[in-house]
T-cell receptor, first 113, second 116 residues
Framework: GAGVSQSPSNKVTEKGKDVELRCDPI?????LYWYRQRLGQGLEFLIY????????KSGLPSDRFSAERTGESVSTLTIQRTQQEDSAVYLC???????????FGSGTRLTVV | AQSVAQPEDQVNVAEGNPLTVKCTYS??????LFWYVQYPNRGLQFLLK??????LVKGSYGFEAEFNKSQTSFHLKKPSALVSDSALYFC??????????????FGAGTRLAVHP
């Protein structure tokens, strides 16, 4: 596609429920990144996929967070047993391997009530 | 470990005056450096990046940034601020090494407020 697409754009969930956030990167972009942005704060790195290499999961805050990516296409970020502290905007970005141009999606705003 | 510091939570400047938003970094070697801007309820927009060559990088909307290796800084500047420049600005770094070092590390952000 022309840009990085994220869905849903907004998600309200009850505490304790699981949620899945989707990212559809730019076609041909082998690298995909997930970030979390709490209200008024910076972007925290969560996880990075690069082609068929093992993902860099060093930013995942707890074992409730996981992500998958099938080949070089769509990625899903899953948060299990959501907590209020998980409320944030989750941003996805993609780039070419080794590239220095990153395209960000518009994000998914997650609210845990 | 890589890190980025934006020492000012907020910068206030009068319209028409020059502005500077500060960024320092801690990365092994010479990193790639980036500035992004985020307007309210909108996505992250790329402003400029330093890859190699001239230390002064010119970007979108009249912004520029100067790479200073000795001070490990990459301050964002604009000669004459506009009210419409008011937004949240993020500095980011990326390790220059290949093979799994693509991720951007962001600073905490600086809110720029330009007053008429």
């Amino acid at each position: 596609g022309a840009g990085v697409s994220q869905s849903p754009s907004n998600k309200v969930t009850e505490k304790g429920k699981d949620v899945e956030l989707r990212c559809d990167p730019i076609s041909g972009h082998t690298a995909l990144y997930w970030y979390r942005q709490r209200l008024g704060q910076g972007l925290e790195f969560l996880i990075y996929f690069q082609g068929n290499s093992a993902p860099d999961k060093s930013g995942l805050p707890s074992d409730r967070f996981s992500a998958e990516r099938t080949g070089e296409s769509v990625s899903t970020l899953t948060i299990q047993r959501t907590q209020q502290e998980d409320s944030a905007v989750y941003l996805c970005a993609s780039s070419l391997e080794g590239g220095v141009s990153y395209t960000f999606g518009s994000g998914t705003r997650l609210t845990v009530v | 470990a890589q890190s980025v510091a934006q020492p000012e939570d907020q910068v206030n400047v009068a319209e028409g005056n020059p502005l500077t938003v500060k960024c320092t970094y801690s990365v092994s070697g010479n990193p790639y450096l980036f500035w992004y801007v985020q307007y309210p309820n909108r996505g992250l927009q790329f402003l400029l990046k330093y890859i190699t060559g001239d230390n002064l990088v010119k970007g979108s909307y009249g912004f520029e940034a100067e790479f200073n290796k000795s001070q490990t800084s990459f301050h964002l500047k604009k000669p004459s601020a506009l009210v419409s420049d008011s937004a949240l600005y993020f500095c980011a770094v990326r390790d220059r090494r290949s093979g799994g070092y693509n991720k951007l590390i962001f600073g905490a952000g600086t809110r720029l407020a330009v007053h008429p």
